[in-house]
């Protein structure tokens, strides 16, 4: 089984030398070519990680073992943290993160942390989906008008082409615009 290992900071100002040398106090010993480190906010989601993304599609293969040092490093918020772990075990690749009181995510009692894990992820969406549409009720009671904005130029410019009695087809082309929109400004 080959081991890697994934370590990340957020500034230029920071090193991932003190996460290296934690996982090999637990007794990880990572060859320096199977270290990843990389310098980049927290809250950009795992996949979009360019190191992280490119350690788990092209480096890593079925039964390796990944080792991060805080459960963090594999996403920047519950959801991504599930959804990286999914991907993980589905490509039949290991999970150890050391800051868990259950280390190994693949194990009975790892899988059964996951199962939590993915009960706080479904709470955690719930909780942005009631906020969101909290927040749309507040804008919409403060007479905060919601959606695109009118396109009034874009209406006088069709209602225009129309006055010259162009076609629907013609006053797209004219105007440069798609003929969805026209036809949508047509009768205004």
């Known amino acids: 089984m080959r081991i890697f290992s994934y370590c990340r900071v957020s500034t230029t100002e920071q090193t991932t030398e003190n996460q290296i040398i934690a996982i090999r106090q637990k007794g990880y010993e990572v060859n320096h070519a199977r270290t990843i480190s990389e310098t980049i906010s927290g809250s950009v989601e795992a996949m979009k990680r360019e190191k992280f993304k490119m350690l788990i599609n092209h480096q890593m293969e079925r039964g390796d073992m990944l080792v991060v040092l805080k459960l963090d490093r594999l996403g920047r918020d519950n959801i991504d943290v599930q959804n990286t772990i999914n991907l993980l075990t589905d490509?039949?690749?290991?999970?150890?993160?050391?800051?868990?009181p259950v280390a190994d995510l693949s194990s009975a009692e790892g899988k059964l942390m996951l199962q939590m894990f993915s009960v706080f992820a479904e709470f955690e969406r719930?909780?942005?989906?009631?906020?969101?549409?909290?927040?749309?009720e507040r804008a919409k009671a403060q007479g905060k008008k919601l959606g695109r904005p009118e396109a009034y130029g874009t209406t006088q410019s069709v209602q225009a082409k129309k006055a010259e009695g162009l076609s629907q087809s013609?006053?797209?082309?004219?105007?440069?615009?798609?003929?969805?929109?026209?036809?949508?400004?047509?009768n205004k």
């Open 170 to 186: 013609k006053a797209a082309e004219v105007l440069g615009l798609g003929i969805a929109t026209v036809k949508r400004h047509w």
């Open 91 to 100: 490509k039949g690749i290991k999970v150890v993160c050391l800051d868990l």
């Open 126 to 136: 719930n909780r942005i989906r009631e906020r969101t549409k909290e927040g749309l």
